[in-house]
């Protein structure tokens, strides 16, 4: 009778990396000879979820997420919990490792394998990841909202240059429109909450929830604050944590049995709730907002005093997106790009808001994906068959911004395809700067010219050229690249063949 491997997966946008990893696991467990099974926790919620019977009947739980995932179902069961990456670039190894060190899960706080349970080194990382994964759905689906009212709300001449913006509310399709908008607006306005509650629900659960939102809310509210501006991302990663770890400190008092029932579902989130407003309303909400105002204030005065400022935020947001392919480093970026946005749009308008992280960073999104498909292309002999094939999967999910598309090659020689990942999309995202492109909203990548609304100097072009630039550079990289460590390869067993001759 085969043993049996249940695993969970589960990335930070839930979109790639979840279900590549778990195609990973479960065709190389049945190359293997085990029963498996995959659970998958990705954006659109939990699926293939495990019964009670196939936990009980399970020899060894393997967690592969980059979010938190509660172990309450698996007490008693040996678990090994791990990063999704390990699941897609050594899944035999992991399974193996499983089966070898996986320790028994009793209860919260033990360690289990080679990571303590919510003591992880990079546990803060870990949450705001938490967080992000909820945020990104109503991010997109705000932004498409907001991009498809804007096509209709933009006036533009000849060139494609913008020359009036507004909606005729006194028309049925004007009004419409503008409601549209308005919707879209909403959305990023909720986003901020939505994120930091779900960031103190990986900190201390859903006691944590109501605390954070509230907070997050009233930190970017100028009106509750008495402000100018808002406190921006900054404000709610705060408040994330402050409420987060308040709860969790009300957790750990032993209540009074009588009101036990009551505790986790109206006394903790009461008294976290309005110790996160005292903290926010006499204390950091005041400075912190400042401080963002002063930011961007600073971004757009570098802007407009130095024509080249621009171009090298670009480049540098354009590289931290193609340098980890969908981990911190990229999300830091993309969400860098969506709160520079949002921020400036709250205290500017539109017309005063700050798009060059946002536009660079969705250029520079399919870069590394559609630059390793052009390489399979353009250097042939450099590749395997399976690789171009991957190639092939790669450019599908490049030319509808998945950057992780790009993951399996980026694996498999990292020293090659991450310098080209990052040369290749830092052109990118300086070059739609250059060309003063502003990203409005809609599908980050060549397409999004066409499905979405981009400010240009010319229709089409400037985007679908910058993109293109970057993904060239980035297929020639990895072209030389490739050849160089053939070449070194070559040598090495030359070497190698003279030293067994002259030992001979």
Avoid at 300 to 305: C, D, F, G, R, Y
Wanted: proline share 5%.
């Amino acid at each position: 009778m085969s043993k049996k491997v249940l695993a969970i997966t589960g990335c930070a946008a839930g979109i790639a990396h979840t279900f590549m990893a778990a195609e990973s696991l479960e065709s190389t467990a049945k190359a293997m000879g085990y029963e498996v099974k995959v659970e998958t926790h990705g954006t659109i919620g939990v699926e293939n979820e495990f019964t009670a019977k196939e936990i009980q009947e399970a020899d060894v739980i393997i967690i592969a997420a980059d979010i938190d995932v509660s172990l309450d179902r698996f007490i008693d069961k040996r678990v090994l919990k791990t990063y999704v990456k390990a699941a897609i670039e050594d899944p035999e190894g992991l399974i193996k490792q499983a089966f070898e060190t996986a320790e028994k899960h009793s209860v919260k706080g033990e360690t289990v394998g080679s990571v303590s349970l919510g003591k992880t080194n990079n546990s803060a990382v870990k949450h705001l990841m938490s967080g992000i994964s909820y945020m990104i759905p109503m991010c997109i689906s705000a932004g498409l909202l907001l991009a498809i009212a804007n096509i209709f709300a933009f006036s533009a001449d000849e060139a494609g240059n913008l020359v009036n913006w507004g909606f005729d509310v006194e028309t049925a399709s004007g009004l419409f429109l503008s409601k549209l908008f308005a919707l879209g607006q909403i959305g990023f306005k909720l986003m901020i909450p939505l994120f930091a509650g779900f960031t103190a629900y990986s900190i201390a659960d859903r006691p944590a929830i109501a605390p954070a939102m509230i907070g997050a809310y009233i930190i970017n509210d100028p009106a509750f604050l008495g402000t100018e501006a808002g406190a921006g991302f900054l404000g709610a990663i705060i408040v994330a944590f402050l409420a987060g770890y308040i709860v969790k400190y009300l957790k750990q008092i032993p209540w009074p049995k009588i009101i036990m029932p009551i505790v986790p579902i109206m006394v903790i989130p009461l008294l976290a709730t309005f110790a996160v407003f005292v903290v926010v309303f006499y204390g950091i909400g005041h400075p912190i907002a400042a401080i963002m105002t002063a930011m961007y204030d600073g971004l757009n005065s570098l802007s407009n005093a130095y024509a080249a400022a621009p171009i090298l935020i670009g480049a540098l947001i354009g590289a931290m997106i193609g340098f980890d392919l969908g981990g911190p480093v990229n999300k830091i970026a993309l969400i860098f790009g969506t709160a520079v946005f949002t921020d400036t749009v709250a205290k500017y308008g539109i017309q005063g808001a700050n798009f060059v992280p946002g536009t660079a960073a969705q250029a520079a999104i399919s870069v590394a994906p559609l630059g390793a498909w052009l390489a399979t292309k353009l250097f042939k002999n450099l590749f395997s068959s399976d690789q171009t094939v991957m190639g092939n999967n790669a450019m599908a999910m490049g030319m509808v911004g998945i950057t992780e598309g790009a993951i399996p090659f980026a694996a498999s020689k990292p020293l090659v395809f991450i310098p080209a990942n990052v040369i290749g999309s830092a052109v990118a995202g300086a070059l739609v700067t250059a060309f003063g492109a502003k990203f409005y909203g809609g599908l980050g990548s060549p397409l999004g010219t066409f499905v979405g609304y981009i400010e240009q100097p010319m229709p089409f072009v400037p985007w679908i050229f910058s993109i293109c630039v970057g993904i060239t550079v980035t297929a020639c990289i990895i072209g030389f690249g490739l050849k160089q460590a053939q070449k070194k390869a070559l040598r090495e067993a030359a070497k190698e063949e003279k030293g067994e001759v002259a030992h001979a």
